[in-house]
């Protein structure tokens, strides 16, 4: 008699393994993704900053504008790797050490949309 095919103990020995491997891979990716989105948001305003300190510099002055970041080129308030903010009419001021805030006094401190998910990001960390 010539056998084609497998046995019933192969396939479930097969799925079984596939069920394994995908209880270690699911997780691991998930925690993977989850990571890289807070990277983007802290990237997202790290950007922001860099364009503040840009603009001030350009035009020697402390106070500047989202619109007017957005008018120049220095900043998109939505990019192309599916990060975005709702920030509209945000004003920014750079104090005499460098660092950049909200003209009222406030960090740097902005909600992001990464992938439909809302953060609350810094230049140094993201939390959802």
């Known amino acids: 008699m010539n056998k084609k095919g497998f046995t019933l103990t192969e ?9 394994l491997v995908l209880l270690i891979v699911i997780p691991v990716s998930s ?3 989850q990571n890289n ?18 603009y ?20 998109k308030t939505e990019s192309s790797n599916g990060v975005s903010t709702k920030l509209t009419d945000a004003a920014f001021s750079r104090n005499e050490n ?20 809302e953060y609350s990001c810094s230049k140094t960390k993201c939390v959802n």
Request: proline content about 0%.
């Open 37 to 54: 989105a807070e990277k983007k948001g802290t990237f997202y305003v790290q950007t922001l900053e860099n364009a503040v300190n840009t």
């Open 56 to 75: 001030c510099d350009m035009y020697k002055t402390n106070n500047v504008t989202l619109k007017e970041l957005t008018r120049e080129g220095l900043f």
């Open 31 to 33: 925690n993977i993704m």
């Open 11 to 19: 396939l479930i020995v097969v799925i079984v393994i596939i069920g």
């Open 98 to 117: 460098g660092t950049v805030e909200f003209f009222n006094g406030q960090d740097l401190i902005i909600s992001v949309i990464i992938n439909g998910t």
